[in-house]
């Protein structure tokens, strides 16, 4: 069973912040590297793994603040979660990797692509926006989140982070990931940039994704031209888990 479990200590460090990352599957075969959403961990794709662990060697990144991870003193943006994956990457001595990013995870993937160096094969991103423009259908949403909303909302998320976490402030972590998801500076959204993913990419979103629009990953497909764009009915946010068959059905075609 090779799935993600915050059972051995491997860290690297980032200025003031500690990385955490695991390396599973197989490590002769291609690099298949994970992408978390926020508030997320490693542990989210334990569902997948198994059914491609015989055929690549899987790395899961806990991102900034999350998991086992420290938050450091640097703002949490998804610039900085990308500059954290290149250097840890560099580190790994890993530069030819395939990626698969969800939620927030998604965004950073679509940054790796079009802003970094890196020799990357395949993307896939899972209920990711790419666009600023995003930001104006779920503003209402984010305003109304705090620490103890989410607690309340997602036991099992806050319970994570205090079991996983080794400097626990929920209330700051909290503030920060609002902060990351509201940013409409460079350092947040690719947006235009975009244009420059030359890899192929499948966008997965579940048609009823509340947080990410049809018609925008529509767009995006039309801007990427080597991409596919699969609305998987049935699903939400988090579609791996939702219509797990389904979901690995079209993965493991594109991959």
Known sequence: MKKFNHEVDTYFNIEDAKIYYEIRGREDKPVLLFLHGGFGTIEDFNDITDSLSNEFTLVGVDSRGHG????????LTYE??????EQLLRHLKIDTLSI???????????????LSSLNIEKLVTVGAEWHVR??????????KITSESWKEKFPGSYNS???????????????RILSMWLDESPTGF?????????CPMLFVRGENDHLVSEKSLTELSEIVSDSRFVNIPGAGH??????KEKFIKHLDEFL
């Open 68 to 75: 086992k991870s420290t938050l450091g003193s640097a703002q």
């Open 80 to 85: 900085q979660i990308q500059k954290d994956v």
């Open 100 to 114: 698969i990013g969800f939620s927030d995870g998604g965004i950073v993937t679509y940054r790796l692509a079009a």
């Open 134 to 143: 995003s930001l104006e259908s779920v503003k209402g949403i984010f305003a």
């Open 161 to 175: 982070y205090q079991r996983l976490n080794p400097e626990p402030d929920f209330e700051l972590f909290t503030q």
């Open 190 to 198: 690719p947006n235009e940039a975009v244009q420059h993913i030359s």
């Open 238 to 243: 988090v579609v791996f888990q939702d219509e």
